[in-house]
């Protein structure tokens, strides 16, 4: 089991920067992370390597996430900003050795047909693959929970499949976020089972409130057993917010078990 953490929704008692250090200090060996609007990427890119920490997965930027905003996909006001990002983040990846960025796909908009907006949707992600395909990047696209985000258009585990195999790409995979699909269809591990083939990405938080593993309804002993069981090679990302300071947090954690794990043979 490979775990990392999210340093852009835990450490949030640092600056963007020193979180990188700090989950070093807790024995982290790999994040993950939002795109880091109003961050300089150099200096990013700097702090990740002069740390020695790996990246799992970063996304692609999805507007302003923390007043709302899903993704640009859809927009055809505003796709281009999205299309304009996509070389950025892929040299970005390539300097922080990354392989694995995801895209959200945006919030329906009242004006405009349904089936219109999502074939815009399909046409960016089939680019954004296409660009990432050569960078040896897979793109992961994620379902997310319409409780939390009304009117987000990928969000469920089905219809975010059948997005997916609408594409056909080889390096386009699913992110599979634990607490979105309990909100939304529940059936956790069986999903898994089903489909790890076709998982990039996991992420973890407990549900109904997305606090850590612990907290809620989820049995991430056997959740965890699951995934480690069925095969899944990826990482498993902690996106949770803390109940309590982030330290407190981790307690479900022991130190030994958020290092990459030592391969035999």
């Keep these: 089991m490979s775990f990392d953490l999210n340093v852009s929704i835990l450490l949030k008692e640092h600056s963007f920067l020193d979180r990188f250090d700090q989950a070093a200090r807790l024995n982290f060996e790999v994040v993950e992370f939002s795109w880091p609007i109003g961050e300089d990427l150099?200096?990013?890119?700097?702090?990740?390597?002069?740390?020695?920490?790996?990246?799992?997965?970063?996304?692609?930027?999805?507007?302003?996430?923390s007043n709302g905003e899903r993704g640009l996909l859809n927009d055809p006001e505003r796709s281009q900003q999205f299309r304009e990002n996509v070389p950025i983040a892929l040299e970005f990846a390539n300097q922080i050795g990354c392989k694995t960025i995801n895209a959200l796909a945006g919030k329906w908009l009242p004006d405009e047909e349904h089936p219109a907006q999502l074939e815009r949707v399909r046409e960016n992600v089939r680019w954004a693959a296409e660009q990432a395909q050569s960078a040896g990047v897979t793109v992961v696209v994620e379902a997310i929970n319409t409780f939390d985000n009304e009117s987000y258009i990928?969000?469920?585990?089905a219809e975010t499949l059948s997005f997916l195999d609408s594409i056909n790409a080889p390096n386009l995979k699913y992110q599979y976020d634990v607490y979105h699909m309990?909100?939304?269809?529940?059936?956790?591990?069986?999903?898994?089972?089903?489909?790890?083939?076709?998982?990039?990405?996991?992420?973890?938080?407990?549900?109904?409130?997305?606090?850590?593993?612990?907290?809620?309804?989820?049995?991430?002993?056997?959740?965890?057993?699951?995934?480690?069981?069925?095969?899944?090679?990826?990482?498993?990302?902690?996106?949770?917010?803390?109940?309590?300071?982030?330290?407190?947090?981790?307690?479900?954690?022991?130190?030994?078990?958020?290092?990459?794990?030592?391969?035999?043979?």
Aim: hydrophobic letters at 35%; a neutral charge; glycine letters at 10%.
């Design 154 to 157: 990928l969000p469920t585990t």
């Design 182 to 265: 309990q909100r939304m269809e529940g059936n956790i591990s069986d999903t898994i089972r089903r489909h790890v083939s076709q998982i990039g990405h996991i992420q973890i938080a407990d549900a109904p409130h997305r606090h850590q593993p612990g907290t809620g309804e989820l049995n991430f002993q056997y959740i965890l057993q699951t995934i480690d069981e069925c095969g899944y090679s990826g990482f498993v990302g902690l996106e949770y917010n803390p109940l309590g300071t982030t330290v407190e947090s981790l307690s479900w954690l022991p130190f030994a078990l958020r290092k990459l794990p030592i391969l035999k043979g």
């Design 42 to 65: 150099r200096k990013v890119a700097g702090r990740i390597q002069d740390v020695g920490l790996k990246v799992a997965l970063f996304n692609f930027y999805a507007g302003d996430v």
